[in-house]
């Protein structure tokens, strides 16, 4: 069974920094992009990024070029979003994410994490 | 950014109904779209990809069809547990989107 189980989420003044994870088992882990979607409070879901499963290809939103890097570790079965120079509109709920297989892209997110809260305040 | 807008934002039924959702696509994105469920303090849940495939154990009332740039979900009769916010996404670039949400709610 696919399990996706992310932390690191908080409460980060703004300017700050937060990095997430997402331990994943249940799948063979290298074998699959994983993205970050994130979902601000009462709002809708929003892209973040997303990591070929050898982690030799990222890809992010536009908005958040530059701020937000993608990793993972294919020996821990983990991904990670580093997030730095925080703003209050980062606050959001992150979950990862894991493409339908067969699905024939990265993004068609078929099995999801429980998220984890970032909360961007002073 | 390809934009998707879907219609309604928030649509009132009663159990039995048929309930149409339309997503609209700022340009084509052929049949890359996806559907799509999620409920109050949950993960979303996909329920539809490249347009018409049912995922998994997605129940048959469930369907989805268009291409190009207008899609529609439907729900053939609508069940309590389907009372829920549904969402489209486009995957047809590398920056994927997704439509702001329609609210299900019991009429």
């Known amino acids: 069974e696919v399990q996706l189980v992310e932390s690191g989420g908080g409460l980060i003044q703004p300017g700050g920094s937060l990095r997430l994870s997402c331990v994943a088992s249940?799948?063979?882990?290298?074998?699959?992009?994983m993205s970050w979607v994130r979902q601000a409070p009462g709002k809708g879901l929003e892209w973040v990024s997303t990591?070929?499963?050898?982690?030799?290809?990222?890809y992010y939103a536009d908005a958040l070029k530059g701020r937000f890097t993608i990793s993972r570790d294919n020996s821990k079965n983990t991904l990670y979003l580093q997030m730095n120079s925080l703003r209050a509109e980062d606050t959001a709920i992150y979950y990862c994410?894991?493409?339908?297989?067969?699905?024939?892209?990265?993004?068609?997110?078929?099995?999801w994490g429980q998220g984890t809260q970032a909360t961007v305040s002073s | 950014d390809i934009q998707m807008t879907q219609s309604p934002s928030t649509l009132s039924a009663s159990v039995g109904d048929r309930v149409t959702i339309t997503c609209r696509a700022s340009?084509?994105?052929?049949?890359?779209l996806a559907w799509y469920q999620q409920k109050p303090g949950k993960a979303p849940k996909l329920l539809i990809y490249?347009?018409?495939t049912l995922e998994g154990a997605v129940p048959s009332r469930f369907s989805g069809s268009g291409s190009g740039t207008e899609f529609t979900l439907t729900i053939s009769s609508l069940q309590p547990d389907d009372f829920a916010t549904y969402y489209c996404?486009?995957?047809?670039?590398?920056?994927?989107?997704f439509g702001q949400g329609t609210k299900v709610e019991i009429k």
């Open positions: 490249k347009a018409s």
């Open positions: 990591i070929s499963g050898g982690g030799g290809g990222s």
């Open positions: 994410a894991l493409p339908l297989e067969n699905s024939g892209s990265y993004y068609v997110f078929d099995s």
């Open positions: 249940g799948f063979t882990f290298t074998s699959y992009a």
């Open positions: 340009q084509s994105i052929s049949s890359y």
């Open positions: 996404q486009q995957y047809n670039s590398y920056s994927p989107t």
